[in-house]
């Protein structure tokens, strides 16, 4: 079981959906319960789903979760370029959060990676 304050893609995937949630409070009134929620629902996933995965028994499914939260990065990725395309954001805005969902993305990558080799290992693999 690892603690998901010590990881650093914890803590960034943190600041990604606080940055999300004061991003959505910019949105039109009729998006509130559309796109803004559809935002702040991935933005949430990805911490929630390394969180879980840290609660997990071992690795393959702390892997599994990690990859979960890799897949919500990809679905905060789309809803920013819309709603940037939709008018309902700058460029500033949207490059700035799409940056940090793509550092988060890239983290993420690196810590599966990490893990994985030792899963092979696990089982006998050279």
Request: charge should be positive; charged fraction near 25%; include cysteine.
């Amino acid at each position: 079981m690892q603690i998901p304050e010590k990881l650093r893609v914890f803590a960034e995937a943190e600041e990604l959906a606080l940055g999300v949630y004061r991003l959505t409070q910019t949105l039109p009134a009729h998006e509130r319960f559309g796109l803004a929620q559809q935002l702040r629902r991935a933005a949430v996933s990805i911490g929630s789903n390394i969180a879980e995965g840290c609660g997990r028994g071992g690795s393959r499914e702390f892997v599994r979760f990690l990859e979960i939260a890799l897949g919500s990065t990809a679905e905060l990725e789309f809803q920013l370029r819309l709603a940037y395309r939709l008018g309902y954001f700058g460029e500033t805005e949207h490059h700035d959060a799409s940056e940090r969902a793509r550092g988060t993305q890239r983290m993420l990558i690196r810590l599966i990676m990490r893990i994985r080799p030792t899963l092979g290992a696990s089982r006998g693999r050279p």
